[in-house]
């Protein structure tokens, strides 16, 4: 998998949503593709990725089949993709993913849990609650905030008067400009 591959993919699913194929929401991927590959370099077979509603990239790159990941988004679940048998798990819930991945953290037998969340999430009194506890209890976690700068069309920043983010303990941070709007494919649904 490379990042034309998952550029590709990205697109292929833009396309198939703006033609009518898709009918419920998807929220797309683009201009991150060279950090995830450098983040799931370390990411392992048995390890765990937990993600919110923007987890097409993370699938592939942990293994889920490019037609089964496809199929799954044409049935409607793009924003809740749930693979077990490839330790991915998703949620649509803003914050909703972070307890989840806390609790396979604290169930762990050697396996680490990678929790990928947006800019906004992070500044959740959830997420800093969660890192806290990961933080104080040594959990195998890692947490991923993937900031494009915007919840949805709100600008983070601005948001919460901030210039730099504030993260409890250890985060993995990257910044990036998204092509695509929140939701969507920017020609059917935009919001």
């Given at each position: 998998?490379?990042?034309?591959d998952?550029?590709?993919?990205?697109?292929?699913?833009?396309?198939?949503?703006?033609?009518?194929?898709?009918?419920?929401?998807?929220?797309?991927?683009d201009?991150?593709?060279n950090?995830?590959l450098?983040?799931?370099?370390?990411?392992?077979?048995?390890d765990?990725?937990?993600?919110?509603?923007?987890?097409?990239?993370?699938?592939?790159?942990?293994?889920?089949?490019?037609?089964?990941?496809?199929?799954?988004?044409?049935d409607?679940?793009?924003i809740?993709?749930?693979?077990?048998?490839?330790?991915?798990i998703?949620?649509?819930?803003v914050?909703?993913?972070?307890?989840?991945?806390?609790?396979l953290?604290?169930?762990?037998?050697?396996?680490?849990?990678?929790?990928?969340?947006?800019?906004m999430?992070?500044?959740?009194?959830?997420?800093?609650?969660?890192?806290?506890?990961?933080?104080?209890?040594?959990?195998?976690?890692?947490?991923?905030v993937e900031d494009?700068?915007r919840?949805?069309?709100?600008?983070?920043?601005?948001?919460?008067?901030?210039?730099?983010?504030?993260?409890v303990?250890a985060?993995?941070?990257?910044?990036?400009?998204?092509?695509?709007?929140?939701?969507?494919?920017?020609v059917?649904?935009?919001?």
């Amino acid at each position: 998998m490379n990042a034309k591959d998952l550029i590709d993919f990205e697109h292929e699913i833009a396309d198939l949503f703006n033609a009518g194929r898709i009918r419920a929401p998807v929220h797309l991927y683009d201009g991150n593709e060279n950090q995830m590959l450098d983040i799931f370099t370390t990411v392992k077979p048995e390890d765990w990725v937990c993600c919110s509603w923007r987890s097409h990239y993370q699938c592939l790159l942990k293994g889920v089949p490019r037609e089964e990941l496809k199929q799954a988004i044409l049935d409607g679940k793009s924003i809740t993709l749930c693979f077990p048998e490839y330790r991915v798990i998703s949620s649509a819930i803003v914050g909703g993913i972070l307890p989840i991945a806390l609790g396979l953290a604290k169930a762990s037998r050697g396996e680490h849990v990678h929790c990928f969340m947006g800019d906004m999430t992070a500044e959740t009194g959830i997420a800093h609650e969660c890192m806290k506890y990961a933080r104080n209890y040594d959990l195998p976690i890692r947490w991923i905030v993937e900031d494009n700068g915007r919840s949805t069309c709100t600008p983070t920043r601005p948001t919460w008067k901030q210039i730099n983010p504030a993260f409890v303990g250890a985060v993995t941070y990257y910044k990036y400009t998204p092509k695509f709007p929140h939701a969507g494919a920017g020609v059917r649904v935009q919001f």
